[in-house]
């Protein structure tokens, strides 16, 4: 066995000496290129070895690629403007130093290509070294740009290097979250922000045009991703922070200015969510609208359409649509009548067992706060929760009675819910309509609060309790239902049980001496031994 391990411990020095030679070459050929043109053709040798299948000399490929291409561009040996083919170079009556400059050019082309091919990498270090790759040739571009800008729209900045990078990120078939939390640190640069921006948009529309706005979950879903780790400033002195600064009229650069990133930004979002979403994207989106989004749009209220369709998916979307409707009326004015029409709706049986319940009732006390709202509305959300709460389970109803008693408080002229007049010998139909959707028409106000009435009877005690406060009046503060929005069925069971013992009672009064008498003689008046 020793001489097999002697064997192995062998062949893995060669494996070892020969990456180190490789990688000693390719830096050698680097250098070559770079201290003599004559040598040029070695550059062939270094593109090879980046189509290599080895993760270790793909990665020392692309820092040798890095450095020699870099170079060059620092020392403007590569061809400036609309690049000829390389058969039109070599027939045309050019110069030795423009052939060189346009094949070096062509061989830097076929770089960025490869290095585009490597951001869909199986290996993620593959891919990290290929993005930081591409994104200092970006910054090397922008100090010494290969095209011909329109100088009053995009400045001496590498647009379409942006463009096609931001294409292989937003990959239709591979999730490149990895990647693009990786690619976060450069979107801190101003004006790489602002072209990423630019590109999303035209990304998005071309993408979801084609595949006629049908859902592209994945797609979409790295979209998202990139999208939510962009966060613009609140104020122009913050944009300090850029890849490529302008020699001249830096001032009246677009992406110098901050009216032109929040204009940028509100088309990318409302681009991407004018198409339909995978139904676990819309709860996302929903998450960051009112902190991450809303606050760099200039038009706000341009979210409508999508919190309008948000609204239609149903369930926990259907709420935090409203969430974002009523930041929306709060705090940009929006004029929305149907608001409490849709969450009037949203009060269904259902809505004590889903898990968001505690956020639920947390946002209807908030959307409800208001002293100004009419009565007749209040009346219809106050009385459809009591007739939920029959069927309602314990840990619900400590939310809902404390929840219709603010709401009675709030409004003193929904008292008339409460005190009507007595009618217990007469059956009579309520006229409250459950089934109808709009809350003025319910006929609320009409009704009373019978169902309280009934709960006063429930099988558990605190439950009882609550119920009973109806009966006197009730106090100015209002109950606060925090405390009870998480509380659990176990949680109340474990409360019960850990209450304190109550002493024990006297079962008689008279301490009984014999079997069939004593305590009163009871049984002995009716029993007896014979």
């Known amino acids: 066995m020793a001489p097999t391990k002697k064997r192995n411990v062998s062949s893995a020095k060669t494996n070892q000496q020969s990456v180190k030679k490789a990688k000693f070459d390719i830096n050698s050929k680097v250098d070559s290129v770079l201290e003599s043109k004559k040598h040029a053709n070695d550059v062939f040798d270094i593109l090879e070895v980046l189509e290599s299948e080895k993760e270790k000399d793909i990665i020392s490929a692309v820092s040798a690629c890095s450095k020699l291409f870099c170079t060059l561009l620092e020392r ?17 009556g050019l110069s030795a130093e423009d052939k060189y400059r346009i094949f070096m050019r062509h061989r830097y082309n076929s ?6 091919e490597h951001l869909s990498h199986e290996l993620h270090g593959v891919k990290e070294s290929a993005l930081c790759c591409l994104m200092k040739f970006a ?8 095209e011909d800008l329109d100088w009053s729209e995009h400045y001496n900045f590498p647009r379409e290097l942006i463009l ?24 801190e640069m101003e004006d790489v922000r602002y072209y990423v921006m630019s590109s999303v948009r035209e990304n998005v529309g071309k993408v979801m045009d084609k595949n006629k706005g049908a859902v592209v979950p994945i797609y979409q879903g790295n979209v998202f991703t990139l999208m939510s780790n962009i966060s613009v400033p609140s104020k122009e002195s913050e944009l300090t922070n850029f890849m490529v600064k302008q020699e001249a009229k830096h001032e009246d650069w677009k992406a110098a200015k901050l009216i032109e990133h929040k204009r940028v930004f509100e088309r990318m979002w409302l681009g991407f969510l004018k198409y339909k979403l995978p139904s676990n994207m819309y709860k996302k989106v929903l998450v960051i609208l009112h902190d991450s989004i809303l606050p760099h749009m200039s038009k706000p209220t ?3 359409d999508f919190l309008t369709a948000a609204y239609e998916v149903g369930g926990a979307i259907s709420l935090l649509a409203l969430n974002g409707l009523f930041v929306l009326i709060h705090q940009h004015n929006l004029d929305y009548p149907d608001f409490y029409k849709k969450l009037y709706n949203l009060l269904e049986p259902s809505v004590f067992h889903v898990k968001y319940r505690a956020r639920f009732f947390h946002l209807a006390n908030i959307f409800l706060s208001s002293s100004h709202l009419p ?43 409460i005190h009507k007049p007595s009618t217990e010998d007469e059956p009579l139909e309520d006229p409250y309509l459950m089934d109808e959707e709009d809350p003025v028409e319910c006929c609320a106000l009409e009704s009373s609060l019978w169902e309280i009435k009934t ?24 109950d606060d239902i925090s405390e009870v929005l998480e509380i659990t069925t176990y949680e109340l069971m474990e409360r ?12 008689e009064f008279e301490t009984a001496t014999q079997l069939l008498q004593g305590g009163g003689d009871v049984l002995g008046q009716h029993f007896c031994l014979d």
Do not use: W
């Open 111 to 116: 770089c960025v290509e490869m290095l585009l």
């Open 164 to 187: 096609a990078l931001v294409e292989r990120l937003l990959s239709k078939t591979t999730d490149n979250s990895l990647l693009i939390s990786r690619f976060q640190e450069f979107l």
């Open 496 to 507: 019960d049980l850990k209450q304190s013992q109550m002493k024990s009672i006297p079962l």
């Open 375 to 417: 009565v007749y509305l209040v009346a219809a959300f106050a009385k459809r929760l009591a007739r939920l709460a029959l069927t309602a389970p314990s840990t619900a109803l400590l939310i809902v009675l404390p929840f219709i008693y603010n709401l009675i408080r709030r409004h003193p002229a929904c008292r008339i819910l």
């Open 302 to 304: 341009l979210m409508i």
């Open 455 to 478: 709960l006063q009877k429930h099988h558990h005690p605190d439950v009882a309790k609550a119920a009973m406060m109806i009966n006197n009046p009730l106090p100015e503060q209002e």
């Open 139 to 146: 910054a090397v571009e922008g100090q010494h740009p290969l």
């Open 76 to 92: 403007k040996e590569l061809f400036k403007g609309k690049l000829p083919g390389e058969e039109e170079a070599l027939s045309g």
